[in-house]
């Protein structure tokens, strides 16, 4: 199976996927199609020629790439962004998994690495669109907030399994402090804080997080598009 995960980023989701890295069953794949937004995109992200130098930008070879990873489970994480119509077109198969987050704490945790971003660049109204895709195609993804993650790892992760029918194990609770052989070359720039811990954290205070005026305009394009997938989990 090729479990696509869909998160918007600063996310957990980069916890999420050492998660996953601790079952002897699975591979995990950081975003394989972060060389192809770059190039797409013209964007210039920490680290870019890395970043450029370490992925192939054609899409073909990175969906070969994934379907040749030989494991019984494969976990993909992307980003919402980075991904076009064509892999889901090109790819029926795979599975798939959006992991939201209040846009006050993904803004907040987005700006201390690009301190200037524009709605596209935070991959919550790209969720949406996806998610409204998959439900048309008739391809039905599971929906995850990641505070409910962290309030709850164990009994969100048991209902995730589930819902993909795959086992459980409590490995996915913990795993090892430090960087991990899957990272993207990007780790340096974003993965700071995820090398420290060893599992799921309690999630931040919404209301009492402290957020920028500037961005104020950020937030509000942002939340309509959260509730609506938030909705989604009910």
């Given amino acids: ?37 770059l190039k ?8 870019r020629e890395k970043i450029m ?32 119509e064509k892999d889901f077109i090109s790819n029926p198969e795979w599975k798939h998994c959006f992991l939201i987050r209040h846009p006050k704490l993904l803004i907040r945790s987005f700006t201390k ?15 949406r669109n996806w998610f ?3 439900n048309q195609q008739n391809n039905k993804p599971y929906i995850l ?31 090892p402090p430090g960087p991990k052989s899957y990272d993207g070359t990007w780790a340096p720039y974003w993965y700071n804080g995820v090398h420290k811990s060893t599992g799921f954290k309690p999630p931040s205070d919404i209301e009492s997080a402290q957020f920028p005026k500037e ?11 959260y509730l609506y997938l938030k909705n989604q989990t009910k």
């Fill in 53 to 84: 130098k370490s992925l192939s930008s054609n899409r073909e070879d990175i969906y070969h790439w994934i379907r040749s990873t030989n494991a019984p489970l494969v976990f993909v994480k992307n980003m919402a962004h980075h991904i076009v």
């Fill in 145 to 175: 907030d990641s505070n409910d993650l962290l309030l709850n790892p164990e009994i969100e992760l048991k209902k995730l399994c589930h819902f993909f029918n795959i086992p459980f194990t409590p490995s996915m609770l913990t795993w």
């Fill in 1 to 37: 199976m090729i479990l696509n995960l869909i998160p918007s980023p600063r996310n957990v989701s980069t916890a999420f996927m050492y998660s996953f890295g601790q079952r002897k069953d699975t591979k995990c794949l950081d975003e394989p199609f972060y060389a192809c937004y």
């Fill in 215 to 225: 961005l104020q305009y950020l937030l509000d394009k942002c939340l309509e598009d």
């Fill in 132 to 134: 409204d895709y998959l």
């Fill in 113 to 127: 690495v690009i301190e200037k971003p524009a709605i596209e660049d935070l991959g919550i109204t790209a969720q």
């Fill in 40 to 47: 797409e995109t013209g964007k210039h992200h920490p680290g």
